[in-house]
Nanobody, 119 residues
Framework: QVQLVESGGGLVQPGGSLRLSCTAS????????MSWYRQAPGKERELVAG????????NYADSVKGRFTISRDNAKNTVYLQMNSLKPEDTAEYYC????????????WGQGTQVTVSS
């Protein structure tokens, strides 16, 4: 069964940090480009960060550059999102996505994990 399971969300004060994890099963993780997306209430889902199959290439939304870091561990079938200097506008449901290299459609989406930044 193809599956992505996120964890690590929660409530944090502005300026704080969280690390999200997404563990994959049911497909070959090392052949998939991995991404984190987020969706705030009333807004469209947006791409936050992505990482290539080897981890060598990473891309970030302008709004999170310098604060968020995406990484992956192919031995553990897991992708991470380290989020530092969190702001209230980072509040959203965060989703993990897997897309096989060379394909336009997604292999899987996670169920989401809520991140709330508030004092």
């Amino acid at each position: 069964q193809v599956q992505l399971v996120e964890s690590g969300g929660g409530l944090v004060q502005p300026g704080g940090s969280l690390r999200l994890s997404c563990t994959a099963s049911g497909f070959t993780f090392s052949t998939h480009y991995m991404s984190w997306y987020r969706q705030a209430p009333g807004k469209e889902r947006e791409l936050v960060a992505g990482v290539s199959v080897t981890g060598a290439n990473k891309n970030y939304a302008d709004s999170v550059k310098g604060r968020f870091t995406i990484s992956r561990d192919n031995a553990k079938n897991t992708v991470y999102l380290q989020m530092n200097s969190l702001k209230p506008e980072d509040t959203a449901e965060y989703y993990c996505n897997a897309r096989r290299t060379g394909y336009s459609t997604s292999t899987a989406w996670g169920q989401g994990t809520q991140v709330t930044v508030s004092s």
